[in-house]
């Protein structure tokens, strides 16, 4: 329990600003971080290594968050019949066709850009952008300096937006 208390207290305050950013507002990503401690606490025996617990609860809190956009998603299918029995139109909530293709183009685009990054940068951006670690954790992990990690991680960032750069250049004409 000790435990537990002072890595949640460590970790808690960084977890619920990329609640935030996840969420899209500051209400939802406190109830999604208090449910995020919940099962993380529930669950504790499933971390194996206490330097990933940050990450582990973030990851907990996106899927929680998920959950929570899920269910506010499918609150509207469940008054459809309401709706149609007052005889209202409903309008069709998906983006456009073109935006749908765009997206779906970008994203594409986005993981062949990964797939050609070189492995010491792919890493690096890996641990540190997508699954949140510090920089002295990637350091810790990829058994480099801190030093190595940013610049490294500067050309992986540098390398994926050119890339999306040209790949945006290329669909404009």
């Known amino acids: 329990m000790d435990s537990f208390e002072k890595l949640a207290n460590q970790h808690k305050d960084k977890v619920y600003r990329q609640m935030v950013r996840v969420c899209g507002n500051h209400e939802d990503a406190e109830d999604v971080l208090i449910e995020a401690l ?16 940050r990450p582990w609860l973030a990851q907990i809190g996106r899927r929680v ?4 956009k899920k269910r506010e998603a499918l609150l509207p299918l469940m008054q459809l019949s309401v709706l149609e029995e007052e005889g209202a139109q409903i309008s069709s909530g998906e983006p456009p066709m073109e935006a749908q ?36 954790e990637v350091a810790r992990k990829l058994n480099l300096s801190v030093a190595a990690v940013k610049s490294r991680l500067h050309r992986a960032r540098t390398f994926i937006r050119q890339a999306m750069d040209r790949a945006i250049e290329n669909s404009a004409e």
Do not use: I, N
Request: net charge negative.
């Open 101 to 136: 293709l765009a997206v779906r183009q970008l994203k594409e685009v986005l993981q062949k850009t990964l797939r050609d990054l070189p492995e010491s940068y792919r890493r690096v951006y890996e641990l540190r952008d997508l699954e949140d670690f510090s920089g002295e």
């Open 38 to 53: 919940l099962k993380a606490y529930r669950h504790m025996e499933q971390l194996h290594d206490v330097e990933s617990f």
């Open 65 to 68: 968050c998920w959950q929570l």
